[in-house]
């Protein structure tokens, strides 16, 4: 093999999302208004070539934002790019650590319910918290794959002293999915099966966890 040099990774950010940022609010208080901000992220990202989905990450308490994050996985050509991971990436660059716990309680904010791939990244982001729009199932009722996730997904946050909420404005973040023409990135992926994946989902609790909250439509 040919020796090679390989230079440092670099994640492209859509030069957009600044411009986006200087006309919204720093604080965000409520819930609602958190995924609000999110969604809106998912439906302007669209108008810029990138995927439907939208997320940041807020100081728990206080609500200020400190990174948002869009799918940008087309137009950035790398499958890491997704909203996720992306708005974990520079909050932990807005902080300088890897670990965001380390500097109080973190909330991510997801228009999506997190696919395989950003579920493994929230678990070790060190946030405290992660509010959820769409399910998993709108997102593979358009085409998207989400990925092997754990049947209890949600417990295993808990038990990791993550709180989930679901549902949080779910119609909205749906109509974002649905508006999506663009390319199906994940679509010709090898699989078993012709059908998106759809699990059953439990809502036990564990005693001493963090709690599981979701939102009626």
Wanted: include cysteine.
């Amino acid at each position: 093999m040919a020796c090679k040099n390989w230079s440092d990774i670099q994640l492209t950010v859509p030069e957009w999302i600044n411009i986006w940022a200087e006309d919204i609010q720093e604080v965000y208080p409520e819930t609602i208004q958190r995924m609000a901000l999110v969604i809106d992220l998912a439906r302007t990202n669209l108008a810029y070539g990138g995927g439907p989905f939208g997320a940041a990450v807020f100081k728990q308490k206080t609500g200020e934002l400190i990174a948002p994050g869009v799918n940008w996985v087309i137009p950035g050509k790398s499958s890491l790019l997704h909203a996720e991971v992306m708005a974990l990436a520079l909050a932990e660059q807005s902080l300088g650590s890897y670990e965001l716990a380390s500097d109080g309680a973190f909330e991510l904010v997801t228009s999506v319910e997190p696919c395989c791939q950003c579920l493994g990244a929230l678990v070790w982001s060190g946030v405290s918290s992660v509010v959820c729009g769409a399910r998993s199932e709108d997102a593979e009722v358009v085409g998207f794959d989400e990925g092997p996730r754990p049947i209890n997904w949600e417990q295993e946050l808990v038990q990791r002293g993550i709180s989930v909420t679901r549902e949080e404005m779910r119609q909205e973040a749906v109509k974002v999915l649905q508006s999506y023409t663009g390319e199906m990135y994940n679509a010709n992926l090898n699989r078993t099966d012709s059908q998106p994946q759809t699990k059953e989902i439990t809502s036990a609790t564990h005693s001493g966890a963090a709690p599981i909250t979701r939102k009626n439509l």
